[in-house]
């Protein structure tokens, strides 16, 4: 097969296939520095810039360059190797590393050979800027390369460096797609080198995992990664547990995991109290309540406002009045659902959460916006992608809430069995790196949360794209009228246009009124993920108009003229697919698309390239950035602008009362405004937003590492606990504290200590009697029998006693925050209390196990098992995996397995 480059969609220039490949000399670098920027010169001067100071940055780059000239300096020799020399190759460079070689030394040969590898079975031969990205990589650190310059690829030879080690590479997506998709594609270069390359996907078993965590290279979701680890600690058997640890982890996308999605911890979850009524109930008095009626001047509540609740649009949060408290007591009395005292007794506090959800499901939260309907469920949107995020689901009651509004069935709500957040997650990894085409803006935090750099590395081709200054209109009529003109004018001179939308509502509003123009388009949304690979396979294609709800984390490039490979597979796949032959027939196909292709590639890039339309600003820069990515792929012409009203949310919200100063300055409807000096406006708000999202962030951090701290204790008991073979020595040490306690009490009395001995022990213990009892015990049921029990009890008891105090956190987390009133810092008193349950509650583990097992007695059975663990069903029945936004976002159960009660074979004939 011929060499080609997919992603120029063109065959390698030079003639004789990888013998020309061989003899093409390394790329030129040199460095040049001063005080304000860093160049590198690989043929075109561009500016790289990073998180760190100006002398550091220097220092990295300096270091980059000789080492992509060794890289290049070993391209012809790797080229010269046969196909069974790559696996040697590979079982070469990991003897050396065993044998203590530095893996620096080793980093040139690793890279050179992935290079090749991928060469030959990719078609592509790695850039040298792709180089450095993985180098970055390999540092620990965040590579920014812009949309087009293969982030997938980059990573390549860094995965195989690292895997060298045997200890596993996990390398994190977004969403199960890009995961398999990237596992199948980049798969065949790392199993080409003689790796073994596994991927993890929400819908499969134990089983399955447990060999995908297993191979070299395993590829996997954020979500799924952190769900197996908090399963892994749930499971009664060490040996059961599907990872081996976290060694290093190369996260794509690594700002929309760490950064947009961090206030979403995960959760497993179990069935809890059944309140599905309530929610109907409550449902119907929204309606008889009233907002408060704000000041038409500053569009904001007055300090004594007249109604009964207040909305908060920026934090979705809703509050009630002291006369919206009395009106909600006067409506559930009239309806029968509370009987004497008052709303804020305990037997009736609750409901005052239930209409609080409700009011929010009302007024807050909006169908085709927030989520969709799909076959009588409610399904979310994610905000950033557009996609439905299916099995998520709102936390705290909201999604029930939501439910009774849209007059579905009302599902279950679940208690918290397990949680981590992603920061604490990610944490665990011995080394961390990321890649991303927008990670600069948030440098700081990746810096101060994660102890990570940012580096931003050239462009393989200058940019070429022109980002013009955002249009401003005073309403949303009058945007979407001058967004119509400008996308049939794009299209009558066969200029390809991708508009983003923040919303499903907006991108069916949009497109109703290009239909009513006659204009023709394609939507790409929620409701259309189905056929999202044929939309973006044409959305380069000359003329084409695609209208997107968000583009960020898609994984897809689109192409100037289409895209010759898609068409190909699907001209190949109609033609029968795989079969004798199969790759022949493709590069035949293919090479017939390709030449096609060439023409309208040309005719597209004639007209322009592909233009970025946005009409609205994202509440965060660096989506905007990534939307415009989308354009002026490896030096591609493209265009882009923002059109905007002051209608728009962000606007609304934080743009300063930007309305009342635009109508000022004599601004009128219908009239555009474009000036460089509002693009700044627009930029504070939108850094303003950013900032207010970092503090969420930061805040969820800091009371999640009190959680974080006990977690690691837990999981450390637990693995302990499962590996010790004398579980007896830990019930007689909690005993002896236990009588050292009682005889050591300030108010000790011999009859009082007997007595509580008595009710505790069941016995009384006098000095070495108490080793002998348990001793007998053992002998009876055999001491790896007694020992499997005991160990059992342990599991079963900290599972249950963790649960519960997963509930008290959050409930504590609640409580402290009214404690301001009283001058007192939050968190510091969730520290101080959170740990001192903490302590009540392992000390309760500790005697409540030494009661049992001394008050434990010994009969015959009848050979039947008892209960225990086995390694086949080490799961409570009906757990659900959640992520959850900060007090709203949670998420439905995961298909995997979901054991019955675990059973302990019978070992003897008198199980305990």
């Known amino acids: 097969m011929k060499p080609r480059c997919v992603r120029r969609h063109e065959p390698l220039k030079e003639s004789g296939g990888a013998a020309a490949c061989a003899a093409r000399p390394p790329d030129s670098l040199t460095v040049v520095s001063n005080r304000r920027y860093t160049r590198i010169y690989a043929g075109f001067p561009v500016r790289v810039l990073g998180s760190k100071s100006n002398r550091d940055l220097t220092w990295r780059v300096k270091a980059l360059v000789p080492l992509v000239n060794r890289i290049n300096e070993l391209e012809s020799r790797m080229v010269a190797l046969s196909e069974a020399d790559f696996p040697a190759w ?15 030394r080793i980093l040139p040969e690793a890279f050179a050979l992935a290079r090749e590898a991928a060469r030959r079975q990719l078609g592509e031969r790695i850039f040298d800027v792709q180089l450095m990205g993985g180098i970055i990589l390999d540092h620990g650190a965040i590579v920014e390369m812009k949309t087009g310059e293969g982030k997938t690829l980059a990573s390549v030879p860094t995965a195989y460096l690292n895997a060298l080690s045997g200890d596993g590479v996990h390398i994190v997506t977004v969403n199960d797609y890009l995961a398999e998709r990237d596992a199948e594609w980049m798969g065949r270069v790392h199993r080409y080198l003689g790796l073994s390359v596994g991927v993890v996907l929400s819908r499969m078993e134990m089983r399955e995992r447990m060999e995908a965590y297993a191979c070299d290279i395993t590829y996997g979701t954020n979500n799924e990664l952190g769900f197996d680890y908090l399963r892994d600690n749930m499971r009664w058997d060490a040996d059961a547990r599907v990872q081996r640890g976290h060694r290093y982890c190369i996260v794509d996308e690594i700002d929309s995991i760490l950064i947009d999605e961090a206030r979403t911890p995960l959760i497993i979850s179990g069935a809890a109290e059944d309140d599905t009524e309530r929610f109907a109930q409550v449902d119907r008095l929204v309606d008889a309540l009233r907002e408060c009626a704000k000041d038409p001047e500053t569009d904001d509540y007055p300090e004594e406002p007249s109604g009964d609740y207040k909305i908060d649009e920026k934090g979705k949060r809703v509050s009630f009045t002291d006369e919206g408290l009395n009106a909600a007591e006067r409506l559930l009395r009239g309806k029968g659902l509370i009987r004497g005292g008052s709303l804020v007794d305990d037997e009736n506090f609750e409901y005052i959460h239930y209409l609080t959800q409700a009011l929010r499901a009302h007024r807050l939260f909006q169908s085709d916006v ?32 939501i439910e009774a509004k849209e007059r579905i069935p009302i599902l279950k709500r679940n208690r918290t069995l397990a949680s981590i957040s992603f920061q604490n997650y990610f944490k665990l990894y011995d080394k961390l790196s990321g890649m991303t085409g927008t990670a600069d803006t948030e440098a700081t935090e990746f810096s101060n949360i994660y102890g990570l750099d940012v580096v931003v590395i050239p462009t393989n081709r200058p940019l070429v794209r022109a980002d013009h200054d955002d249009v401003i209109f005073l309403n949303e009529q009058d945007k979407l009228a001058a967004i119509c003109d400008e996308l049939a004018a794009c299209q009558k001179a066969g200029q390809p246009v991708l508009v983003g939308t923040v919303s499903i509502d907006k991108s069916e509003q949009l497109a109703r009124l290009l239909h009513g123009r006659g204009v023709a388009h394609e939507v790409l949304n929620a409701k259309a993920h189905a056929r999202e690979a044929v939309i973006i396979a044409q959305a380069g294609a000359e003329g084409a108009i695609t209208i997107a709800t968000n583009m960020a984390g898609r994984g897809t490039d689109i192409k100037l003229g289409g895209n010759p490979e898609y068409s190909a ?7 029968g697919g795989n079969g004798h032959g199969a790759e022949e027939r493709f590069t035949s196909i293919y090479e017939r698309e390709l030449k096609d292709w060439q023409p309208r590639y040309d005719t597209v890039r004639g007209a322009g390239g592909l233009h970025v339309l946005g009409t609205e600003r994202h509440e ?49 409807d219908g009239e555009p405004l474009a000036h460089p000096w509002l693009n700044k406006s627009i930029a504070r ?25 006990q977690r690691k204790y837990i999981y450390g008991k637990r693995d302990e606990i499962m590996a010790d073979t004398d579980l007896l020595g830990r019930v007689l040490e909690t005993a002896t504290e236990a009588v050292e306690d009682l005889t050591g009490a300030a108010e000790f009395s011999v009859t009082g200590t007997l007595s509580a001995l008595r009710s505790r022990f069941g016995f009384l213990m006098p000095d070495g009697e108490s080793g002998h009892h348990l001793t007998e015990k053992a002998e009876v049921v055999g001491t790896p029998n007694f020992n499997l029990f005991i160990r059992y009890e342990y599991l079963r008891l900290i599972d249950a006693r963790w649960q519960d105090h997963l509930e008290n956190l959050d409930s504590l987390r609640e409580a402290v925050y009214l404690r301001t009133y009283s001058q007192k810092n939050p968190l510091l008193e969730y520290k101080l209390e959170g740990f001192q349950i903490f302590d009540e509650m392992l000390s309760g583990i500790r005697i409540a196990i030494a009661e049992k097992v001394f008050r434990v007695t010994i009969r015959a059975g009848d ?50």
């Open 569 to 575: 597979r699907r001209r190949h796949a109609a033609d």
């Open 685 to 709: 708000a939108q850094k303003r937003v950013e900032e207010r999202n970092f503090e969420l962030r930061k805040h969820l951090l800091d009371f999640d590492n009190v959680l974080n701290e």
């Open 90 to 104: 590979t079982d070469k460079l990991r003897t050396r590393l065993e044998s203590g070689e530095p893996r620096a």
């Open 620 to 668: 965060s820069r660096r989506i905007d950035n990534q939307f415009r990515g989308r354009s002026g792929r490896q030096g591609d012409p493209g265009s882009s602008r923002f059109y905007i009203s002051l209608d728009d949310d962000l606007m609304r919200l934080f743009g300063d009362n930007l309305r009342s100063m635009m109508s000022k300055v004599g601004m009128k």
């Open 863 to 912: 050979g039947t098992s008892g209960p225990g663990p086995t390694s086949r069903r080490l799961q409570p029945q009906g757990m659900a995996t959640v992520h959850r936004e900060m007090g709203q976002f949670a998420a439905m159960p995961q298909q995997g397995d979901a054991p019955a009660a675990a059973t302990m074979p019978a070992r003897g004939a008198q199980p305990p």
């Open 370 to 401: 927030d989520y969709v309907l799909e076959d009588a469920t409610v399904q979310i949107v994610d905000e950033f992608t557009g996609r439905i995020l299916h099995g998520r689901r709102y936390s705290d009651g909201l999604h029930q809430a």
